[in-house]
């Protein structure tokens, strides 16, 4: 099986951009989707993107995902950032027998 | 509106056994693999268990292999996780989610999460 590696941390100021990455320890980063999920303090996670890039409806556009294969890793960008985007964020991607998560990056919106 | 309403957590003696189940709406629920999803306190979140839209494929993390099942109902659109043999390190949230996607040949991810219920493993 295969580890996704999150920063345990970032930070940025409203307004700015912030970029959380989620590597893939082995195989393809593209070989499956892979999911974000946001949990906001004391709430349960809910869907910011999907298959790799996909905004379930409702999700505001400033949030967006993308891979880079040459660190064979995933990305969501959160642009315009706003005191609410203060959360965890997970990302999950799978294999044919099981679902992997990363270990969750706390986004702190100083 | 998708809807995922879980129940049945509460507090269990280790060894001791309890069923969870989640009621599903808003959607065509034989559709869809189901899946389980845990978060200990304070932890992050950790994958259970699955089923595919028939009820024929289930799968499971390794350290809940023999102890738990998973099953649905696609007439109740219902999916319930029967635990037993509970320990202390499986106290935590649980939460139901639907798949990202309708027919997928496998499960993909969270597409939506229910507001999960609380199994507290103590004596």
């Known amino acids: 099986n295969f580890i996704l590696t999150q920063p345990h941390s970032v930070s940025a100021s409203p307004g700015k951009t912030v970029t959380i990455s989620c590597t893939r320890s082995s195989g393809d980063i593209a070989g499956s989707f892979v999911q974000w999920y946001q949990q906001r303090p004391g709430s349960t996670p809910t869907t910011v993107i999907f298959?790799?890039?996909?905004?379930p409806s409702g999700v505001p556009d400033r949030f967006s995902g993308s891979l880079d294969s040459s660190s064979n890793s995933a990305s969501l960008t959160i642009s315009g950032l706003q005191t609410e985007d203060e959360a965890h964020y997970y990302c999950?991607?799978?294999?044919?027998?099981?679902?992997?998560f990363g270990g969750g990056t706390k986004l702190t919106v100083l | 509106e998708v809807q995922l309403v879980e129940s049945g957590g509460g507090l269990v003696q280790p060894g001791g056994s309890v069923s969870l189940s989640c009621e599903a709406s808003g959607f065509i629920f034989s559709d869809y693999w189901m899946s389980w999803v845990r978060q200990a306190p304070g932890k992050g979140l950790e994958w259970v268990a699955y089923i595919d839209q028939r009820g024929f494929d289930l799968y499971y993390t390794d350290s809940v292999k023999g102890r738990f099942t998973i099953s649905r109902d696609n007439v109740r659109n219902t999916v319930h996780l029967e635990m037993k043999s509970l320990r202390a390190d499986d106290t935590a949230v649980y939460y139901c989610?639907?798949?990202?996607?309708?027919?997928?040949?496998?499960?993909?991810?969270?597409?939506?999460w229910g507001q999960g219920t609380l199994v507290s493993v103590a004596s």
């Open positions: 298959e790799d890039d996909q905004r």
């Open positions: 989610t639907r798949d990202t996607g309708p027919k997928r040949v496998t499960a993909g991810g969270a597409g939506y």
């Open positions: 999950q991607s799978y294999n044919s027998l099981s679902w992997v």
